[in-house]
């Protein structure tokens, strides 16, 4: 079985000032790691992956995630937010080899200008 | 990035009428495609598996009988919400599967806002 914990549901962060969003998980096998972004009425904007390699990931927006094997994380960062970044964020796990992808709860990030 | 759609955005139906949503790969070929389902405020859950060619496998709780999917080309996945219900008002979003010797990844549609009167 695989899962993943997003603990927080509302994350706000004032502009220009560092975020963090995260996120835990739990799988038999290697993870391949996932964050998407979902604004209101929309589907989901694929943000960064880890699949192997670095632990550092850099993705879209200039956001960025960092694996940890031993914590089971990989918390969703970026240096300064903008009121943009304002949506609801998904951390998604699935197992190499295997397709069924699980999604955590969300986190709605809020931006305060 | 590979691109796929669904049709429509938005439906408002009346109870008792069926709906079918359209899902597309519009670049690439899927053999595997995924149904979810939405509430306000709440993550996506997997409702079905549409494996091109053969049966949809249908996540535990999900009545297969109501949610009718089809996937009847390596494109094209379409989900029918029969005799629909207030209480299947949602937002379905479904994803294909890209997966080739150098690309193995999963993009979404834009999904599909059911209203049922």
């Known amino acids: 079985a695989q899962s993943v914990a997003q603990p927080e549901d509302q994350v706000n962060v004032a502009e220009g000032n560092p975020l963090t969003v995260k996120c835990t998980y739990s799988?038999?096998?290697?993870?391949?790691l996932f964050w998407y972004v979902q604004y209101p009425n929309r589907g989901l904007q694929f943000l960064l992956k880890y699949i192997t390699g670095d632990n550092l990931v850099k993705g879209s927006y200039g956001f960025e995630a960092e694996f940890n094997k031993s914590q089971t994380s990989f918390h969703l960062k970026k240096p300064s937010a903008l009121v943009s970044d304002s949506a609801l964020y998904f951390c998604?796990?699935?197992?190499?080899?295997?397709?069924?992808?699980?999604f955590g709860t969300g986190t709605k990030l809020q931006v305060i200008p | 990035g590979a691109v796929v759609s669904q049709h429509p955005s938005r439906v408002i139906c009346k109870s008792g009428t069926s709906v079918k949503i359209e899902c597309r790969s519009l670049d690439f070929q899927a053999t595997t495609m995924f149904w979810y389902r939405q509430f306000p405020k709440q993550s996506l859950m997997l409702m079905a598996t549409s494996n091109e060619g053969s049966k949809a496998t249908y996540e535990q709780g999900v009545e297969k009988d109501k949610f009718l999917i089809n996937h009847a080309s390596l494109t094209l996945s379409t989900l029918t919400v029969t005799s629909a219900h207030p209480e299947d008002s949602s937002f379905y979003i479904c994803?294909?599967?890209?997966?080739?010797?150098?690309?193995?990844?999963?993009?979404f549609g834009p999904g599909t806002r059911l209203t049922v009167l």
């Open positions: 994803s294909a599967y890209n997966e080739g010797p150098l690309v193995d990844e999963q993009f």
């Open positions: 998604a796990v699935r197992v190499g080899g295997y397709q069924k992808v699980t």
């Open positions: 799988v038999s096998g290697n993870p391949y």
